[in-house]
């Protein structure tokens, strides 16, 4: 589910600490907590990329999703064998995105002002430099690599080419152990990581994470803990209480 979010579990380190090496012993701990098959999926990005680890995790029944990194054999072979195999690319557009509908209960008199307010903004709108963004997304799906040999599993990688309104055009590919058929399913399922980063974004902005400062590693601990712990709470208190339409509001906002 997208309308609200929760988090399960969380390891504290030093800012110097190496990113990969704590991957697999973080999802191993919830894994061993929740019990067999709750854990599913896990989404990365490049930091975290450990053949390892990957195998790890897939013989315990979890897969892995992540970017492959531009020097990797896997992706230099996914991208020649999609260039060259022959078969038709499957494209992607963005969906069109419409105005949120106006209340109901909004006075008529409001409302004539609300449209005003938008026709002076589309107004402004034009005068300014069109902003980039995404035209198409370009997918092929590249089944059983087996060139990474730290990993010791077949990976299913989605290349990728990204084609922005300005003509920039961006390839890049998607890794998984995990099964597909349909490389959409690999792209829809990371599309997951921009709403996992703006929880991040707003449980360190929002939710007094930045504004504590202490030097104590022991008083950081706990800030972090029992802040993300009371988002949770909150969290799971809106879900149930029927309040969808604002999990995804600041602390303020609520």
């Not at 040999?149 to 990204?162: H, N, S």
């Not at 997951?192 to 022991?218: M, N, V």
């Amino acid at each position: 589910r997208q309308d609200y979010w929760t988090y399960a579990g969380v390891r504290m380190g030093s800012g110097k600490m190496a990113e990969a090496p704590e991957l697999a012993p973080l999802v191993l701990e919830l894994h061993r907590a929740l019990g067999k098959g709750r854990v599913k999926l896990v989404i990365h990005d490049r930091g975290f990329i450990d053949g390892a680890t990957v195998r790890a995790l897939k013989e315990r029944e979890i897969d892995t999703l992540f970017p492959l990194k531009n020097d990797m054999l896997d992706w230099k072979d996914a991208r020649t064998l999609a260039e060259t195999d022959g078969r038709a690319w499957q494209v992607w557009r963005p969906p069109k995105r419409e105005p949120p509908a106006p209340p109901v209960q909004r006075p008529a008199h409001i409302r004539a002002r609300e449209q005003k307010r938008q026709e002076t903004l589309r107004r402004r709108r034009a005068l300014l430099p069109q902003p980039v963004e995404v035209d198409r997304v370009e997918m092929k799906l590249i089944s059983d690599l087996r060139l990474w040999d730290a990993c010791g599993v077949p990976i299913q990688v989605t290349v990728l080419r990204k084609y922005l309104t300005d003509g920039t055009k961006i390839e890049w590919g998607l890794a998984t152990p995990r099964r597909i058929e349909d490389p959409l399913e690999a792209w829809n399922l990371y599309e997951l990581r921009a709403g996992i980063e703006e929880r991040h974004r707003q449980a360190k902005c929002f939710w007094d994470l930045t504004q504590f400062r202490s030097p104590d590693y022991g008083l950081v601990v706990h800030q972090v803990v029992f802040t993300l712990l009371a988002y949770t709470l909150m969290q799971v208190f809106l879900e149930k209480s029927d309040r969808d339409e604002i999990t995804g509001k600041t602390r303020q906002r609520m």
